[in-house]
């Protein structure tokens, strides 16, 4: 593969915007004594954790999206740990956020300069999987599983409470931090 080549799909929730962090916020205020964290959110159906239906958790997301200045990134120097990830190809931003998000979460990547080729939105985790990209750094694992059931391509999955019981994939590689990318990219384009 060479290394001009590789088309990058980079998620965005999860993986560069901490939002469970600002849901917990939103969730906590409305619930007087409730002082949930995103390590309690161990599977990937948050809103039965929260006790909440599947609708309101999605609608306290977009909600976490339109107050997108309280979102904190990942991690920290992440702008220039993306922008290191660019020299292996082309990166976009391939996410499931909802339509009404999108110019939040634009913004957001602007505001913490995080460097990106294209943005695209998807309808779901299968039409994500079928996109045609070499390597995918998403927090889910179904799309992890969806990556590894294809003949070619690679995942990253960022490791993150919901994903940390995910079995072991052919061509996923586990990774708990941003620095783990770079080594792992140069294998795989070599």
């Known amino acids: 593969m060479s290394l001009q080549a590789i088309r990058i799909a980079l998620d965005l929730d999860g993986v560069l915007a901490d939002t469970m962090q600002t849901f917990c916020t939103l969730l906590n205020a409305r619930r007087p004594g409730l002082r949930l964290t995103p390590e309690v959110f161990n599977r990937w159906n948050a809103w039965e954790i929260a006790n909440i239906t599947k609708q309101d958790f999605l609608r306290m997301l977009d909600e976490a999206w339109f107050n997108w200045k309280d979102i904190p990134p990942m991690e920290k120097d992440l702008a220039a740990k993306v922008s290191n990830l660019a020299r292996f190809g082309r990166v976009d931003i391939v996410t499931g956020r909802s339509e009404v998000t999108v ?88």
């Open 103 to 190: 110019p939040f979460a634009k913004e957001w990547l602007r505001s913490n300069s995080i460097p990106y080729d294209r943005f695209l939105r998807t309808s779901s985790t299968k039409a994500k999987a079928e996109l045609d990209y070499d390597v995918f750094i998403d927090d889910s694992d179904q799309l992890m599983m969806l990556v590894a059931s294809k003949l070619f391509g690679f995942g990253f999955l960022y490791e993150q409470p919901w994903n940390k019981q995910a079995k072991n994939m052919p061509r996923i590689f586990k990774i708990s931090k941003w620095d783990q990318i770079p080594p792992l990219m140069e294998n795989i384009s070599g």
